[in-house]
């Protein structure tokens, strides 16, 4: 069975940084795009950063998150770096059959979500 498992998340202070993992299962993650996504309290799901054989951010995450791949552990990492208040919310990894990395390309498997909190 395909699957998605994200881990890592916490609380941290404004300023702290937080490593995420998204463990793939059933498949090998190399040949998908892996996108993280986020949902804040009250808003709507937005794409964080996505990487196949190009990467791409957020705008509102340039500079702070580095998305990287550990293909012998088939596994995507999110480091996230100088976070703000702002950054707190569900974070979430998905997969696409997609060959590029874009918010609008369908993802079909998605993990179940590992809970990000930036506050002081």
């Known amino acids: 069975q395909l699957q998605l498992v994200e881990s890592g998340g916490g609380l941290v202070q404004p300023g702290g940084s937080l490593r995420l993992s998204c463990a793939a299962s059933?498949?090998?993650?190399?040949?998908?795009?892996i996108g993280w996504f986020r949902q804040a309290p009250g808003k709507e799901r937005e794409g964080v950063s996505c990487?196949?054989?190009?990467?791409n951010y957020a705008d509102s995450v340039k500079g702070r998150f580095t998305i990287s791949r550990d293909n012998a552990k088939n596994t995507v990492y999110l480091q996230m770096n100088s976070l703000k208040p702002e950054d707190t919310g569900i974070y979430y990894c998905?997969?696409?059959?997609?060959?590029?990395?874009?918010?609008?390309?369908?993802?079909?498997?998605w993990g179940q979500g590992t809970q990000v909190t930036v506050s002081s």
């Open positions: 998905a997969a696409s059959a997609a060959n590029y990395c874009s918010a609008y390309v369908k993802y079909d498997y």
């Open positions: 990487i196949k054989s190009s990467i």
């Open positions: 059933g498949f090998t993650s190399y040949y998908y795009t």
